[in-house]
């Protein structure tokens, strides 16, 4: 197991290596995805601020904890970005033949589909999230520990289950060769978690809960760091990721098993 | 003209028959604007307005951006720097016709198939939340509003135009064009009104072609200003514009002669 973790580490630390070469390659292209990525994100906190000046609450919310669903939105979408950024490109790695390589290399595809593609300008833009989010929490008031630990592990289950959503999609691609606008969907709807759930109408809170956990990704940590994620919850969180993560596994085999190669 | 309506005939069917990624695009698009919806409806709240718009003008704001950013914000700047990168584009320079003439008439079937899919959907949030809309009694603040929206997504051709011509000097000019599309997003006024902004930061950004591309023509459709500001801010529109398309112009020449191409 160990020597198979090592394996692992040590692809996804070359792919990352080579990704990053390329990226510095083309400085100035690079330059603009980051300053990009940074202007989306200053430009959204400024907005909340301002928003703030005219008014004391939203959905019951002040604007120390609106910042915080804001950047644990933020935290869990770019972690997930980081690391899944592969299936972003799944309908052409299977169109140019290239997913047929990945199937006779000793590495299995699943990994090499979602996982070896980083994009090292996210790890750059995660680093001021991070500061920023520290900002947030030095202005919340102090909380039981118990309340950090639900925190952490909410958002390690957020990211699993993005993972699911990337298998599911990567998925898609093998069996279809199509849908390619499948990850722009998930992009846009995830928009919708930059807000805390509770200021949508009750169909559209219980759809993003229950129907796309968008919710679950990124409302449920935060709510659950300010004690208002009731233990019933917390258990759905992950229950929903216990069973969403082994059916995209399986989704993923089963369409594997369908693929007749599509390069020539 | 014949073979730009041509062209606009044959885009238009290339995008009506990839249906499953036009309803794709719409369904993201509509989640972006639900969000927003649900956003503002929160901070209104019990309040009579909100920065000065009623209820039912901020959610034909929120509504009319859907519109706005279909028929606005679908310029070909990726398809040009793509083309360009390729060198695709040669078979266009030699072509008798003129390439923005012809990237134009793309551009409006691309926009006529998303407007009309975005009313569809405008109509169906109205329906849904049952909200009351603002809708201008007067004859002439529609036509006002026509010819604003008219010159915005002119302005916006031509500014994505101008950016993305860069590639005929670098192959990076994605990233310039990236940043620039997110930066014009908040500046345009298209996921806030710029009300909300403190007022100094407002009057820089009005010094800017961006707020003419949203902010201004929806004002004007909600009868924020009166028809003789609304002349005035069409006319410094069409400066805007006639300026934009002036220096579009240069660079493009300047990145034609600058331009060699080899092999087939």
Known sequence: MKAVLHKYWRIWLRTASMAMQAQLTYRLGSFGFLLGKMIRLLFFFAFMAAVFNHVETVAGYNLVETALFFMTFNLVDMTAQIFFR?????????????????????????????????????????????????????????????????????????????????????????????????????????????????????????????GIPIAVMTTFPAKALLGRLSPAWIAYAFAITAVAVPASWLFWKDSVARYTSSSS | MRTYWVAYQIALQETLQRR??????????????????????????????????????????????????????????????????????????????????????????????????????????????????????DPATWFLFAVSVLLSSLLFFFLE???????FWTSESGGPLFCFELFLQFAAGAFFPLDVLPLALRKALEATPFPYMVYFPVRIFLEKVTPLEALRVIGTEALWLVAVFAVAMTIWRRGVASYSAEGG
């Open chain 2, 20 to 137: 499953s990624t036009l309803i794709m695009d719409r369904l993201g698009g509509f989640a972006v604007v639900v969000s927003l919806y649900a956003f503002w409806t929160a901070l209104i709240g019990d309040k009579a307005s909100f920065l000065g718009y009623t209820r039912p003008e901020m959610l034909t704001y929120v509504l009319a951006l859907n519109i706005l950013r279909s028929f606005v914000f679908t310029g070909r700047g990726w398809q040009l720097v793509g083309e360009i990168s390729s060198g695709k584009i040669s078979s266009y320079l030699v072509r008798p016709l003129s390439y923005h003439g012809y990237a134009l008439a793309l551009d409006f079937a691309q926009k006529t198939v998303h407007v009309a899919a975005s009313i569809v959907e405008v109509s169906l949030l109205a329906f849904l939340v049952q909200g009351d809309l603002f809708l201008p009694s």
């Open chain 1, 86 to 210: 592969g299936v972003y490109g799944a309908r052409r790695t299977v169109t140019e033949g290239d997913f047929d390589f990945y199937l006779v290399q000793p590495c299995a595809p699943l990994f090499r589909m979602t996982c070896s593609s980083v994009d090292f300008l996210d790890i750059v833009t995660i680093v001021p999230v991070i500061v920023m989010t520290g900002m947030v929490f030095a202005r919340l008031p102090v909380l039981p520990w118990e309340n950090y630990a639900a925190y952490a592990l909410l958002m390690l289950n957020g990211v699993a289950l993005i993972y699911a959503i990337h298998v599911l999609v990567a998925a898609l691609a093998v069996r279809t060769q199509e849908l390619e606008s499948a990850i722009w969907i998930y992009r846009d709807v995830m928009f919708m978690g930059k807000f805390p759930v509770d200021v949508y109408a009750p169909a559209v809170r219980w759809a993003l809960t229950v």
């Open chain 2, 161 to 167: 135009f101008a950016i993305s011509t860069f590639a």
